[in-house]
């Protein structure tokens, strides 16, 4: 069992910046701080779940920590050595150790190829399995996310959402990666088929050493599955810890108010601070908070400064990046 604490991939004041730069003639082009100065560390065996709101960074900032994207500055690194540098120098070395599950299963599976080519790929590629190995190993791929091995034979189109995505968690599993990104994976299924694809990935997690980056905007897929969770919003994140202190005591407001705005049976969905207030426009950062214009105790001082992220009052791994985070409940 890896230890508990033993980071596997340091993120160091991560930013991705799109556009930018200037035209021909010396215009300057807008740019958008997609991720800005996000500092985390991914612990071997953990699931971290991320979520916010649609455009706060979430997926940018997955598809940085799984080299598809390279960020503009700071620094990730996997287990020591430059994320980046991997990502250029030897890609497929990179790819043998984090896998990446799109959120659409069908589109994100090739419609011209069957099943059996499409998870063949990396065997082939990666792993340079012959073909009595490549057998074996699909055999055991179909067996651990509970499809019939005739469905090798098939084409994506002929499969329902859900064995769509058990496909494409097959696919990410062929490579015998460290780390699985999971990009709002069960986003597109019916809730009964979650649960089911939700069952699959914790029994693949303990059965094959597995640590898990769980992208989502469900709050409550992130709590089922989580064992820390980190909060975005606007490109940076506002709050970091366990699990159960960030449910049961939310310290940054914007986490209150996610809280708060899900759907429960028998309460109805309230917002906090201006209701009305929009998202900040990304050509057009706010100096200081950028949660001000939506926050109850927001002050004068969050207007002209950005508040680091820091323990406030969670206690030892709990973070928020909050000048006045919400009060703890007294038991």
Do not use: W
């Not at 010396?26 to 740019?31: E, F, H, I, T, W």
């Not at 994976?185 to 089911?196: N, R, T």
């Amino acid at each position: 069992m890896p230890e508990a604490n033993e980071t596997l991939i340091a993120i160091d004041r991560a930013e991705r910046i799109f556009g930018g730069g200037k035209t021909l003639f010396g215009k300057a082009l807008p740019a958008v701080h997609a991720v800005q100065d996000v500092t985390l560390d991914v612990k071997k065996g953990e699931t971290l779940g991320i979520v916010g709101e649609s455009g706060c960074g979430k997926s940018t900032l997955a598809r940085l920590l799984s080299g598809l994207d390279l960020p503009t500055g700071g620094k990730i690194t996997f287990e020591g050595r430059d994320l980046a540098h991997e990502a250029k120098k030897n890609p497929r070395a990179l790819a043998r150790q984090v896998q990446y599950v799109f959120q659409d299963p069908v589109s994100s599976l090739n419609p011209r190829k069957k099943i059996r080519t499409i998870l063949e790929a990396p065997l082939i590629h990666l792993l340079k399995m012959n073909k009595a190995e490549r057998a074996k190993r699909l055999e055991e791929l179909m067996d651990a996310v509970n499809l019939a091995p005739e469905f090798l034979e098939r084409y994506p189109h002929e499969f329902s959402g859900g064995q769509a995505q058990r496909i494409g968690i097959a696919r990410a599993l062929a490579a015998d990666p460290e780390v699985i990104v999971l990009d709002e994976p069960v986003s597109a299924l019916d809730v009964s088929v979650q649960a089911q694809v939700l069952n699959i990935l914790d029994d693949l997690k303990s059965r094959f050493g597995l640590t898990y980056l769980f992208i989502s905007h469900d709050l409550s897929v992130v709590e089922s599955i989580s064992d820390r969770v980190a909060v975005m919003y606007f490109g940076r994140i506002v709050e970091l810890g366990s699990r159960d202190a960030v449910f049961a005591e939310p310290l940054h407001p914007y986490t209150h108010l996610l809280l708060n705005s899900a759907p429960a049976p028998g309460r109805r969905a309230v917002s906090g601070g201006d209701s009305e207030a929009e998202l900040p426009d990304p050509y057009n950062p706010p100096k200081g908070c950028a949660f001000f214009a939506r926050c109850p105790n927001g002050t004068e001082h969050c207007q002209t400064h950005v508040p680091p992220i820091d323990e406030a009052q969670g206690g030892p791994g709990h973070e928020a990046a909050c000048f006045h985070p919400m009060v703890k409940r007294t038991a």
